[in-house]
């Protein structure tokens, strides 16, 4: 048998990287990569230029104080429903124009402050004012809701963003805080007032009191039929409630149904529903 005269050598590894040495190049450029993105993400949710809402902001939250020194955002709040064992909820989404500035403005649209460079303190203050206002009627709205099936949340929603927390011309002098107008021709004297609105033919209702207006708030939507499917969605439906108002032409704002649910999900006025 004849012996082949191929040379039998030892095989040569020194060149070849050990497979450790591949394994922690890798791991350390995918590291690298995270990094990079990482950094970008935070760039850009901190970006004096671009302002990203993820979910409701509380009080100290997404605004920037009078010194120009930024405060924390709630930027990762993804709408998650910050009540145990209760399903997530998708958060309204509201951009306001630079002149909206009213009590309820952070309430609608929480990145309004840093959009605007307004101050902490006055954002503040207008929260509160918010947040009075809820304490204030939450007990009423809670009785027309046992007594008309309206829900608690979405009348106080309606309140607030009617009555800019209760300091407009109509709810400070004649106690209405919905806007109620007055169509009647033949009205008693001092039933009503005329206010500059849509036209300068408005009048609107006086009430001796703002359970008055609560209460006739009520009686208008249980009693007209162009709301009247709405009783069929219950009080723990309040989405569709604010979207059945503004589709039923409760106002001329086309935003209106947002705004309330926007209003309801920063305040967490929907936990009212459920008393």
Not at 39 to 56: N, R
Not at 71 to 86: N, P, Q, T
Request: charged share 25%.
């Amino acid at each position: 048998m004849a012996i082949s005269n191929h040379a039998f050598t030892t095989y040569d590894n020194s060149r070849v990287p050990a497979y450790n040495q591949i394994r922690n190049e890798l791991l350390q450029e995918q590291v690298l990569w995270k990094l990079l993105l990482l950094t970008a993400i935070a760039y850009i949710m901190w970006s004096d230029k671009i302002s990203i809402v993820l979910g409701p902001v509380s009080v100290a939250d997404g605004i920037e104080q009078p010194a120009g020194d930024r405060v924390r955002a709630s930027l990762f709040d993804f709408g998650f429903s910050r009540r145990k064992g209760s399903e997530s909820r998708s958060e309204a989404g509201v951009t306001l124009p630079p002149g909206a500035l009213d009590n309820v403005t952070f309430a609608i649209d929480p990145a309004f402050a840093i959009r605007n460079k307004v101050g902490r303190t006055e954002v503040e203050e207008r929260l509160l004012k918010c947040k009075h206002y809820e304490e204030r009627f939450a007990p009423l709205a809670i009785a027309e809701m046992h007594k008309f099936g309206i829900p608690a949340s979405v009348t106080l929603a309606q309140g607030l963003l009617e009555s800019n927390a209760g300091e407009s011309k109509l709810a400070a002098s004649v106690n209405n805080h919905f806007g109620v107008k007055c169509f009647s021709k033949h009205c008693k004297r001092g039933h009503c007032v005329n206010f500059a609105d849509d036209s300068h033919k408005d009048f609107f209702i006086k009430y001796p009191s703002a359970w008055g207006s609560f209460r006739a708030h009520s009686q208008f939507l249980k009693k007209s039929k162009r709301y009247k499917h709405l009783f069929r969605l219950g009080t723990d439906d309040y989405r569709g409630w604010a979207r059945g108002l503004a589709s039923a032409g409760y106002a001329t704002d086309q935003k209106y149904g947002e705004k309330l649910i926007a209003i309801i999900q920063m305040m967490e006025l929907d936990r009212y529903d459920r008393m």
